[in-house]
């Protein structure tokens, strides 16, 4: 039962990882990541997803430093962009990340998309498997891959991806792809829960939540740790971090879950990985 930031799920190689955490995607380096990673580390969150194109993980390692908090109590995500990928290239590029972090490991590091032009995930998957057997990393993964990716991925993996990160709200269920991270005991993490703001005036959700007291981004993202999907919601504002991890106290029923089960429109707010190909 998910029932506190602390609360955790148990990656297929035991690793334990936070069920709820912060993103930092377009928070801007300096003082306002600094300050984003300093509340949530102060209200109990212990785990802090940024990556290498976010352009803020030395924001992001100098909160944590000076946070106090022992490294292990932490888990800390970051991704390998697509222009840096390759054997040599991912391993280059996970240093610089872990410099710019002041981190002697990861908890977790990903393939951030797969990039079909490129067509170099394996090759820097070999890698991420060398750095996770030297112990620079807990646990690795990818984002933003679909069936097929994940498919071509495990076919030649020695070691199974244990995350795929990708774009998962109510309007993006990717059920198929749920189904298939279960069976191969591949955990699903959500980034963009709240689809950028864009749901949070929705009447199926308003309702609920008024139901509830709570808002609609809670009520989000208690439906995604019902679904025993990791979330991760951005935020800049001191209350709002607060208040997004404020729902631990309330459980939707069936009926509500069947109600935002049938919002899923399949319609994204990101690219599509099959297409995405910026680096």
């Known amino acids: 039962m998910v ?3 602390q609360s955790t799920t148990t990656l297929h190689n035991g690793v334990k990882m936070p069920s709820f955490g912060l993103g930092v995607f377009l928070v801007e380096e300096g003082e306002e990541v600094y300050n984003s990673v300093k509340w949530a580390l102060e209200h109990g969150y212990k785990s802090i997803d940024t990556a290498a194109v976010y352009g803020n993980e030395e924001g992001v390692g100098k909160a944590i430093k000076d946070s ?6 932490l888990f800390i995500t970051s991704k390998l962009w697509n222009g840096d990928q390759g054997y040599e290239e991912t391993l280059k590029a996970f240093e610089t990340s872990l410099n710019k972090l002041e981190l002697e490991y990861l908890d977790l590091y990903l393939i951030h998309w797969p990039v079909p032009e490129l067509n170099k ?3 820097s998957w070999k890698a991420m498997e060398k750095l996770y057997n030297d112990g ?3 646990a690795i993964g990818v984002s933003n891959f679909k069936e097929h990716h994940l498919e071509d991925l495990i076919n030649d993996a020695e070691v199974a991806p244990m995350v795929n990160q990708v ?7 990717q059920r198929s792809l749920q189904e298939f991270c279960k069976k191969h005991n591949i ?7 709240l689809k950028q703001g864009k749901l949070l005036d929705d009447p199926t959700l308003t309702d609920i939540a008024k139901r509830h007291g709570k808002s609609t981004a809670q009520v989000i993202l208690r439906w995604d740790l019902q679904q025993e999907v ?3 919601p951005k935020s800049v504002k001191q209350h709002r971090i607060h208040d997004n991890a404020d729902v631990f106290d309330f459980e939707l029923s069936e009926e509500e879950l069947k109600l935002i089960h049938d919002m899923n429109k399949d319609e994204r707010v990101g690219p599509d990985p099959d297409t995405f190909n910026k680096r």
């Open 187 to 193: 955990q699903l993490e959500a980034w963009s829960p």
């Open 121 to 123: 995930y394996k090759e």
């Open 68 to 73: 106090g908090i022992p490294r292990e109590e």
């Open 167 to 173: 774009e998962y709200h109510p309007h993006l269920q």
């Open 3 to 5: 029932n506190s930031l």
């Open 230 to 232: 990791v979330t991760i």
């Open 136 to 138: 620079k990393i807990r």
